[in-house]
């Protein structure tokens, strides 16, 4: 299988960041959703999943502090790609994304479009230096 095919059908991924106050690398298992092409990466408000207030995610606060991060796939195939994240704050686009087919899961929780939209993590994935043909939308 190729990387576009695994783009296009993996979801589960390990995200290797450098730590917002330690500085030590971080690697976190999350799912990814490809929409149309455009690889995104988020979150129910809460991260348990629950329909408690908004919670904070470390992984965030990494990717804010340092967008740069290895984005490793692991299901269809192994591979690390560089990669830099840009948090997703427009709420048309964000409304945009939290409606769509491909991200359906995070209604059928309990959630709503408002809610997710409100309140959850998105980030835009773009991939960087060799890697970089594999991006439909560029940062």
């Known amino acids: 299988m190729d990387l576009r095919e695994a783009l296009r059908t993996d979801r589960l991924i390990d995200i290797v960041t450098i730590g917002a106050r330690t500085g030590l690398h971080r690697v976190t298992e999350i799912w990814f959703t490809n929409i149309d092409g455009r690889i995104v990466i988020c979150g129910t408000p809460s991260a348990d999943g629950s329909l408690g207030p908004r919670k904070s995610r470390s992984w965030l606060a990494n990717l804010k502090a340092n967008p740069h991060f290895e984005f ?3 299901e269809s195939v192994l591979c ?3 990669a830099k994240a840009v948090e997703v704050t427009d709420r048309a686009e964000r409304k945009r994304i939290m409606s769509a087919p491909e991200t359906r899961w995070y209604r059928e929780q309990g959630f709503s479009v ?3 939209v409100n309140y959850s ?3 835009d994935v773009f991939f960087v230096g060799e890697y970089a043909y594999l991006n439909t939308k560029s940062c």
């Open 72 to 74: 490793c796939l692991k």
């Open 80 to 82: 690390r790609l560089t």
């Open 114 to 116: 408002e809610d997710l």
């Open 121 to 123: 993590p998105i980030i």
